[in-house]
């Protein structure tokens, strides 16, 4: 079945870990659009042999799908509600 997702537009060897996103984000926060060379120190920032097209392949994707959250094109997530015991619970789980 053909989807018409973002995702499913990513090439195979685009996949990036959990770090790297997390390196990705503070790199944006740190190189602005005003940056020169914007690209090329975000993906030194990020590492792992990222070249600065695919961050910013990244940035894209990521514009992308948060644009279709704020169209309201993405469903929001039917939670269920839990007790207060249980998200204590499952919140001890986390490191924060």
């Given at each position: 079945?053909?989807?018409?997702?973002?995702?499913?537009?990513?090439?195979?060897?685009?996949?990036?870990?959990?770090?790297?996103?997390?390196?990705?984000?503070?790199?944006?926060?740190?190189?602005?659009?005003?940056?020169?060379?914007?690209?090329?120190?975000?993906?030194?920032?990020?590492?792992s042999?990222?070249?600065?097209?695919?961050?910013?392949?990244?940035?894209?994707?990521?514009?992308?799908?948060?644009?279709?959250i704020?169209?309201?094109?993405?469903?929001?997530?039917?939670?269920?509600?839990?007790?207060?015991?249980?998200?204590?619970?499952?919140?001890?789980?986390?490191?924060?």
């Open positions: 079945m053909a989807s018409n997702s973002v995702s499913s537009r990513r090439p195979a060897g685009g996949s990036w870990t959990v770090q790297e996103n997390k390196l990705f984000e503070k790199a944006l926060a740190r190189f602005d659009r005003d940056t020169p060379e914007r690209w090329q120190n975000v993906a030194a920032a990020v590492g042999g990222k070249s600065a097209d695919e961050v910013k392949r990244h940035y894209d994707i990521l514009m992308e799908d948060l644009r279709r704020e169209s309201g094109r993405v469903p929001l997530p039917n939670y269920r509600n839990i007790s207060l015991e249980e998200e204590t619970r499952l919140l001890k789980f986390l490191k924060m």
